[in-house]
């Protein structure tokens, strides 16, 4: 069964840092790509980043791009996302997905989420 | 930057029949996906290129895509598949954007 576990989120002043992990398990983690994709308080699913399954390839939507990194550990079937210089409007539920086949950008299983509040 | 459309809302009554389009200029294209979210979960993948449902999910789950619209039809729709779906499609160049979203009454 995969399961996707988030941890790392929580609240946070803007301009701070912050990273998350995601922990993976029942599928093999390495020849899969996995994304983040966030949901601010009561809006709909935004796309924020996606990397290969050996994490050479990485991608970025504009709002994010140049503040956010996102990596992997796949020795530790892990998915990490740094967060630097963060805004209120960053604030929402990051989901880690996993992609529905190889290096695809289309999601299949997703995490129940950890909340970032970016607030002073 | 590419945007897919989608109705804020459909209500339908148990047992009839729900569509919810998406609309997009690279649909023609592009595969199209489905995504339902119940309140306080994750989403689910329900629709997949186009057509196609993965396992587990209802058979009155159905895809389908002409043109520059995709569309997702529940046949026979239930109180338990009230929620927020999603369409997904990438843009010419590959980058993947959510339609906004369409919540769905069954009452």
Do not use: H
């Not at chain 1, 946070?12 to 994709?37: E, H, K």
């Not at chain 2, 996906?33 to 449902?53: F, T």
């Amino acid at each position: 069964e995969v399961q996707l576990l988030e941890s790392g989120g929580g609240l946070v002043q803007p301009g701070g840092s912050l990273r998350l992990s995601c922990a993976a398990s029942g599928f093999t983690f390495s020849i899969y790509a996995m994304s983040w994709v966030r949901q601010a308080p009561g809006k709909g699913l935004e796309w924020g980043s996606s990397i290969s399954g050996s994490g050479g390839s990485t991608y970025y939507a504009n709002s994010v791009k140049g503040r956010f990194t996102i990596s992997r550990d796949n020795s530790k079937n892990t998915l990490y996302l740094q967060m630097n210089s963060l805004r209120a409007e960053d604030t929402a539920v990051y989901y880690c997905a996993k992609s529905i086949e190889g290096n695809s950008s289309v999601v299949d299983y997703w995490g129940q989420g950890t909340l970032v509040t970016v607030s002073s | 930057s590419y945007e897919l459309t989608q109705p804020p809302s459909v209500s339908v009554s148990p047992g009839q029949t729900a569509r919810i389009t998406c609309s997009g200029d690279a649909l023609p294209k592009k595969y199209a996906y489905w995504y339902q979210q119940k309140s306080g979960q994750a989403p689910v993948l329900v629709i997949y290129e186009d057509s196609k449902r993965p396992s587990g999910i209802p058979e009155r789950f159905s895809g389908s895509s002409s043109g520059t619209m995709a569309t997702l039809t529940i046949s026979g729709a239930q109180v338990e598949d009230e929620g927020d779906y999603y369409c997904y499609s990438t843009d010419n160049s590959g980058n993947p954007v959510f339609g906004g979203g369409t919540k769905l009454t069954v009452l």
